[in-house]
């Protein structure tokens, strides 16, 4: 009689057990992919960051990040889907420090003014120039990235409603335009700081641009006893015309 091997003499539920669950092998393969995904996607962000998005190649990522450079479009289908990603990353995390100012009870306009400032603050200058870059050369690029930001002017216009709401903006303030404006100085400004960087720091023209048109939509407070005074400046000039 041959001999059982030891893996065949066992029953399948000990099989099972001695290797583990079914399902843990493909969690291992995930895991392993995830991780080379994050390390593709942070050499890209460092050399992007480094040295701009012309004169970085997705030779030097992969080498970067320890792959080979056919790696690089198992997750990326191209150098500009990356730099759609970077802006996707700055997405998200601008929409978690809302809803963590959400979740602590913050002021609408408080909380407007901290996601454009949130977006600056995120914004690299050489990777605002690769996003520049992807969008002037690549359509797609333009309108995926559109795309993503068009999600936190949703955001921003549901804060300028409620602001309004609140009192905290006067109520002839649309909210949809404000947040527009606020985005459009955001863009604005980014593109000057990419333009000339030698100029103000994003942070300065962001505080600036954004702390005016806040004050311009601000409710406007009137002075006490000012309303009668001028009741009563329109009282006297009534009785003038009158006793002529």
Do not use: W
Request: proline fraction near 5%; charged fraction near 30%; hydrophobic fraction near 45%.
């Amino acid at each position: 009689m041959v001999a059982q091997s030891e893996s065949s003499s066992r029953s399948p539920k000990a099989a099972r057990d001695a290797d583990g669950p079914p399902e843990a092998e493909p969690r291992a393969r995930q895991a392993k992919a995830d991780d080379t995904r994050r390390r593709v996607f942070a050499a890209g962000a460092e050399l992007l960051a480094a040295q701009g998005y012309h004169a970085t190649r997705v030779e030097q990522i992969t080498r970067r990040a320890g792959v080979a450079k056919g790696t690089f479009f198992v997750y990326f289908p191209t150098k500009d889907a990356l730099v759609t990603d970077l802006v996707r990353v700055q997405v998200r995390l601008v929409a978690k420090e809302r809803a963590r100012m959400v979740a602590a009870g913050s002021p609408p306009s408080a909380r407007l003014r901290a996601v454009v400032m949130a977006l600056g603050r995120l914004s690299d200058i050489n990777v605002a120039r690769a996003v520049l870059a992807a969008c002037m050369q690549a359509g797609d690029v333009g309108r995926a990235i559109d795309g993503l930001y068009e999600g936190v002017l949703e955001l921003m216009t549901e804060d300028a409603r409620a602001a309004v709401r609140a009192g905290e903006l006067s109520r002839r303030t649309d909210p949809e335009m404000l947040a527009l404006v606020l985005m459009d100085s955001f863009l604005g400004a980014t593109v000057s700081y990419v333009t000339n960087p030698r100029g103000r720091s994003l942070d300065e023209m962001l505080e600036a641009l954004v702390d005016t048109n806040l004050a311009a939509f601000a409710p406007v407070k009137r002075e006490p006893g000012r309303a009668r005074t001028a009741v009563m400046a329109r009282a006297r000039k009534t009785r003038k015309r009158g006793g002529k």
